[in-house]
């Protein structure tokens, strides 16, 4: 007699991506690390890669959403970010705020294809020449960069719109100096905005950040990046992390 059920081999489980661990590469006179606090429920990512023999590629990306939805999502970029950096970053005589616009501009149509529509990811992209000490950046729609040098603090404001959005979208890729000593600090939109402990409708806010970026006398990043976020997490007390809260920082040592 036929059997009227059939036995078929147990599918295989699906595999989801995630994105690589970041291990930070030793810079030459600099020094770079992030720290992240939270429960991974957000879109905050950090990651960093050597595209050449003298220059840095790092990047601070805060994709809309819930961090369960958006797994796909921080894999495609960081490929980009990593793949296409390297090649854009190592050709022979190019030009690196070109290199920049377009690295975002491929990062930004990963996004919108993975996502199958629109996806607001702010983003602070950079490309640190250790040699130089020049620092290529663009700023999608993110929270301020803060660079602090000697003579103060200088806010690197947005220089597009957050990626993700337009297909076509660009961003511009301005050129700064780091002299010896000076600081860039990211920090996520969910550090700036977490709320007082106390129920006022106060928000740590940038300027807060600054004051302690200016106070600071670290000179290693690492320091610095705990400073902030335990500053943050002073401010809010007990109120649960709705959002993740993320640092970044480079330090001219030389």
């Known amino acids: 007699m036929r059997s009227l059920f059939h036995s078929r081999a147990p599918e295989a489980p699906t595999v989801e991506p995630v994105p690589v661990p970041t291990v930070f590469p030793k810079i030459d006179g600099a020094d770079i690390a992030a720290v992240f606090t939270g429960q991974r429920v957000a879109g905050d ?3 960093s890669v050597r595209v050449s023999p003298e220059r840095v590629l790092f990047g601070l990306l805060d994709v809309a959403g819930r961090r ?5 999502i921080l894999t495609a970029a960081q490929e980009i970010f990593r793949g296409r950096g390297a090649e854009l970053f190592s050709r022979p005589d190019f030009n690196e705020s070109e290199a920049m616009t377009e690295l975002c501009l491929l990062i930004n149509r990963g996004i919108i294809e993975v996502s199958n529509g629109v996806r607001s990811c702010p ?4 490309c640190y020449h250790e040699k130089f000490g020049t620092l290529c950046y663009t700023n999608a ?5 803060l660079l602090r040098d000697s003579t103060g603090i200088v806010e690197l404001t947005s220089t597009g719109l957050p990626l993700g959005l337009f297909s076509h979208a660009t961003n511009d890729a301005p050129t700064v100096g780091l ?18 402990h106390d129920d006022s409708e106060d928000e740590f806010s940038l300027e807060r950040v600054k004051q302690l970026l200016l ?12 400073s902030i976020i335990e500053a943050a997490s002073q401010f809010s007390g007990e109120i649960p992390l709705c959002d993740d809260r993320t640092a970044l920082a480079l330090l001219r040592t030389a």
């Open 45 to 47: 990512f950090y990651d």
């Open 68 to 72: 369960a939805d958006n797994r796909g």
């Open 123 to 126: 983003a602070f992209i950079a």
């Open 141 to 145: 729609g993110h929270t301020p960069g």
């Open 179 to 196: 002299g010896s000593g000076a600081t860039l600090l990211l920090v996520s939109r969910g550090l700036v905005g977490c709320g007082a």
């Open 215 to 226: 106070a600071s006398t670290s000179s290693v990043a690492q320091d610095l990046c705990v």
